[in-house]
């Protein structure tokens, strides 16, 4: 195995972690209160549906991520996903940009992952 497809197989398992990770710990396991307040400051009521179909969104992603080394669509997807969430966050919950671990370092690592992963797919 060359040194892309090395580091290539790095940025695909870190975003796959962080993906799972989110998608499985603060939504699916145990619902945060900080994705609890995400998710009503947008007015939805039925938040633990919500927060079980993100959940789950998230952990397909991963998968994707792993199980499909060769396409370049699940990187897209996920560094689409980042940018998207982290306008939300700015637009909808401010207050969370100012806390410890928050979606502005998460999502800008995960981009940079993206950044990675995209440069040393393969062709």
Avoid at 2 to 23: K, T
Avoid at 86 to 93: C, E, G, K, T
Wanted: aromatic share 8%; with cysteine; charged share 10%.
């Amino acid at each position: 195995m060359n040194a892309l497809v090395r580091i290539n197989w790095i940025a695909r398992g870190g975003l796959a972690f962080m993906f799972a990770y989110h998608g499985l710990v603060p939504k699916l396991l145990w619902l945060s209160q900080g994705e609890r307040t995400m998710m009503q400051a947008h007015g939805i009521e039925q938040v633990q549906v919500f927060a079980t179909l993100a959940g789950v969104g998230e952990i397909v992603l991963a998968l994707w991520l792993v199980l499909s080394p060769r396409s370049a669509w699940p990187i897209a997807v996920a560094a689409t996903a980042l940018v998207g969430l982290l306008v939300d966050v700015a637009i909808f919950s401010p207050g969370m940009l100012r806390e410890a671990f928050n979606p502005v370092s998460l999502n800008v690592a995960g981009l940079a992952l993206c950044a990675v992963a995209w440069n040393t797919r393969a062709s």
